[in-house]
């Protein structure tokens, strides 16, 4: 089997109301959907992570840098494949785009390898669950959505059966240091830190009365000092963790406050590459691991992480926060490995995630998630919906 194309669809939902995070406001969400075609009548789906940038230099990136290197190739050679595009971009790769693009094919080669061998992704890296725990990843800061909105809306995931909710924290201005000064429409949906320990309150005072855990994501924004005050008070309030409290280059700061807290650090979505998640696991600056098959190197590059973290005694779950093409991959690479955590689901409003494959993963009555048994990661896109959503 060879592989005899590379190509990538930018999809692309516009917002009625904007949702914003710590750094971002997105009034439009892109995902890029990678697919590789084989000579064998097999074809690949994957995603390459677009956060931070234009989704076409991604899909540039897919097509014309990429591509080339793996097309000829025999794509059940992932991990020779892997090698070959990081060592043919290495001057001016290992992180960034060529990692979110290089996931894209990864990914995709994932699918083809389970396609080919009738077997489901999870299940060819080992297999170590059918079923996951997912949690509601959601409470975006938008226009409007005050604490008593916040406290409504993490209610609603309570009652659908979620025992854990993630809600944003860390849209201050003033914070020294804290990226949102440059950023777009930063001056929108913005709050004081004692507004912000104030939403997380009206939220941890309602998971106690479901018996349910709430997680908050600063999204890279506090300074050190900063994080280690807000995330005492979060603590103090029962919070399970706080995630990407610091700026990637400050892992010093995460070591610190590390040690400061008993409430675990989650991180670090943003960092690319098993090299890079190995000194944030060495030197203890983060407690959970969070790499993303479609950001940090792929499906292949997230397995070293989370046997890295295994070797630590860390716990690893994926950053997810795209498509429904991302949602399963991570799916199948959180339900291998051993050290597993629980699963991420977005529950922004999100047609990219609800209505691009013929059957999405849903919570199911107990509040699992459970596996595709198809082969390859067991996603079959709806055409209606990539016309809908297709860009160019
Ligand atoms: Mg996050």
Known sequence: ????????????YQYENAIA???????????????????AGISGIGEAACFGGPAESTKFI???????????????????LWKKMFDRTRQHGRGGIIFSAMSGIDVALW???????????????????????????????TKGKEKEQMAAEVESYFKQGFKYAKIKVGRNPGVFLSPLENMQANDECTYTL???YERVKACTDVADRYGARIMVDANNTYNTYTAIKMGKAF???????LEEPLHLDNIEGSIELAQALDMPVAGYESETGLFNFREYINRHAVDIVQPDTIWSGGITECVKIANYAYAHNMPCMPHVFSSAVSLMANAHFLASIS????????????????????????????????????????IELDEKTVEKYRVG
């Open 1 to 12: 089997m060879k592989i005899t194309n590379v190509s990538a669809m930018i999809l692309r």
């Open 21 to 39: 995070d710590a750094q971002n406001y997105f009034s439009v969400r892109n995902a890029v959907i990678v697919t590789v075609e084989t000579d």
């Open 62 to 80: 897919v097509e014309k840098e990429l591509g080339p290197i793996v097309i000829g190739e025999d794509p059940t050679n992932i991990e020779r």
């Open 111 to 141: 699918d083809i390898l389970g396609k080919h061998a009738n077997c489901p992704v999870y299940k060819l890296l080992g297999g170590y669950s059918d079923r996951l725990l997912p949690y509601a990843s959601s409470g975006f800061y």
């Open 194 to 196: 004692e507004e912000d």
């Open 235 to 241: 603590q103090d309030l029962g919070v399970f963790w």
């Open 339 to 378: 050290n597993q955590g629980i699963l991420e689901m977005d529950r922004n409003v999100y047609p990219l995630r609800d209505e691009l494959l013929k059957e999405p993963l849903t919570l199911a009555e107990d509040g699992y998630v459970y596996l595709p048994q198809k082969p390859g990661l067991g």
